[in-house]
């Protein structure tokens, strides 16, 4: 299965601030996922990353809290914008292949706000 | 629409002990249901997964779930637990479109193994 690179894997930001986490595959993916992990809370999926076109979003959140890039099959980011504390969350981006059910996950980017 | 409950946040046992993870699902079409486990510090790892084939998985680890259709259930057994084994464990359920942008997680079980 595919192997997944995040960076930052934690950060601490201040409020008002934005942050940009990178996920880098090691092989072409047809899909590629981002999903938050609220502190004592299970995994919300924010958006699907489509290559070369706009990011679709799931309901409750929005392209300008979180834009995100595709530019090719192996890369994708996701800036969280204008940090509050409710942002402290662990972000994770995923992939997986079209008819596959199986997701393969990063390690986390483990977010705190102050 | 499609939901699911792990039963229990929190669950303890002794090392050699039997482990058991519980989760319920609610689908209105028949699912597709996974474990996953996450180590602290690390992301999500698939311990197995039911499609469909066999009602008792096999998984990683020494793992295996039974899909009961009846009880709507999919709970995740180990016969002895090990110190390696304490993580956080989540129950996900997608439908049989197979769209993982579809699957949803249950809010996880903690796992906690004593000496």
């Known amino acids: 299965s595919a192997v997944i690179s995040q960076k930052p894997s934690r950060d601490i930001c201040q409020r008002g601030t934005s942050l940009t986490i990178q996920c880098q595959v090691d092989?072409?993916?047809?899909?590629m996922f981002w999903y938050r992990q609220q502190p004592g809370q299970s995994l919300t999926l924010i958006a699907t990353?489509?290559?070369?076109?706009?990011?679709?979003?799931e309901s409750g959140f929005v392209i300008d809290k979180f834009p995100i890039s595709r530019p090719n099959l192996t890369f994708s980011t996701l800036t969280v914008s204008n940090m509050s504390p409710e942002d402290s969350s662990i972000y994770l981006c995923s992939v997986t292949n079209t008819g596959a059910n199986v997701l393969t996950f990063g390690a986390g980017s483990r977010l705190t706000v102050l | 629409a499609q939901s699911v409950t792990q039963l229990g946040s929190h669950v303890s046992v002794s090392e050699g002990a039997l482990v058991l993870l519980r989760c319920n699902y609610s689908?209105?079409?028949?699912?597709?249901l996974f474990w996953y486990v996450q180590y602290p510090n690390q992301g999500l790892q698939l311990l197995l997964k039911y499609t469909s084939a066999a009602t008792l998985v096999k998984g990683i680890n020494g793992f295996e779930a039974e899909f009961k259709k009846s009880e709507t259930s999919f709970h995740l057994t180990k016969p002895s637990a090990h110190m390696s084994d304490a993580a956080e464990y989540f129950c996900a359920v997608s439908d049989r479109k197979g769209s993982a942008r579809q699957l949803t997680f249950g809010s996880g079980t903690q796992l906690t193994v004593l000496p």
């Open positions: 689908s209105s079409v028949p699912p597709y």
């Open positions: 990353a489509n290559q070369g076109s706009e990011a679709t979003y």
């Open positions: 092989s072409q993916v047809t899909m």
